[in-house]
């Protein structure tokens, strides 16, 4: 099922000109993480070390990945992000 069938509302319009986008990598500055480890190369953001999650227990393991908390802060003034 696609969700825009029941609500138009959820619909996405990707603008024709890409050049209107700019990207930003959110581990590096000016961005700010809180709560979660930044991540290694090629791997994901984690709320702590991976060898300390599995000598707890599983659950921990698996929800040392779970990002909910974390916190990325930023702002949108042009003269942090110059544009």
Known sequence: ???TDI???FSVKI???KDNFRWFDVKEPPFQIY???KPEKGKYFSR????VAVTVNDGVAELA?????G???F???QNILPF
């Open 1 to 3: 099922m696609n969700i």
């Open 7 to 9: 609500d138009k509302n």
């Open 15 to 17: 603008p024709n000109n």
């Open 35 to 37: 709560g979660l480890l």
């Open 48 to 51: 702590m070390p991976e060898d």
């Open 65 to 69: 990945n779970n990002t909910s908390g």
């Open 71 to 73: 916190k990325i802060r």
């Open 75 to 77: 702002s949108t003034i």
